[in-house]
């Protein structure tokens, strides 16, 4: 074989490349860098994930609260499974003067100017909570203050705008820790308007 034009001695390259195991040994090596995460990552990823969920208090509002020995505090049976479906708020109070917003017995509901905010279910459940959303999504979500990046806008209370300034690492840990925990079937109900209190 001839080598004179650039393509022929590239693929004559190519060849000897491909045959001597140099080729095989790069492409496995780069695949491997490429690769999902390990078990020891992902058990790192949920481990910093956890630690976190617990350092931005996601307990506080995510999970119902009840009256325990000391007074109120999360139930953790029903860890971040957001508000009760089976609990029904009453239309809140009147705010006025000193007051701007009220929550709810439970801490998973709460009425303002933008109507009734109910927290969500944080937990793996497919079709009640973040089972078929991806690290991306949920990243998105925080980033842009709306579901799934997209949707409705986030209410308050939700601090959206401080979680959303931890890094990419960060959110696909706390993501990590939630898809790590048991599914809890909790449909939340849909944000109440301002509009729809009066």
């Known amino acids: 074989m001839q080598l004179t034009t650039p393509r022929t001695f590239l693929s004559a390259a190519t060849i000897v490349f491909m045959f001597s195991g140099l080729g095989p040994a790069f492409a496995l090596r780069a695949a491997a860098r490429q690769a999902p995460d390990d078990a020891a990552t992902t058990a790192a990823r949920v481990k910093r994930g956890g630690y976190l ?34 609990f029904a708020v009453t239309p809140p109070p009147k705010l006025d003067g000193a ?11 709460f009425a303002g100017p933008w109507g009734v905010s109910f927290t969500a279910n944080l937990t793996p459940d497919m079709e009640t909570g973040l089972g078929k959303w991806s690290a991306e ?20 209370p939700m601090p959206y705008r401080m979680i959303g300034t931890l890094t990419d690492d960060d959110l696909r840990s706390v993501f990590a820790y939630l898809q790590s925990l048991a ?16």
């Open 99 to 109: 007051w701007a917003w009220s929550g709810a017995a439970t801490n998973t509901a």
């Open 137 to 156: 999504t949920f990243i998105a979500a925080l980033r842009t203050g709306r579901h799934e990046g997209k949707g409705r806008p986030i209410l308050p």
């Open 183 to 198: 599914p809890i079937r909790n449909r939340v109900p849909a944000p109440i308007d301002s509009d729809e209190q009066k």
């Open 53 to 86: 969920v617990g350092a931005m208090g996601c307990n506080d509002c995510h999970t119902p609260w009840k009256l325990g020995p000391k007074g109120p505090e999360p139930d953790m049976t029903r860890a971040l499974m957001g508000h009760p479906a089976d």
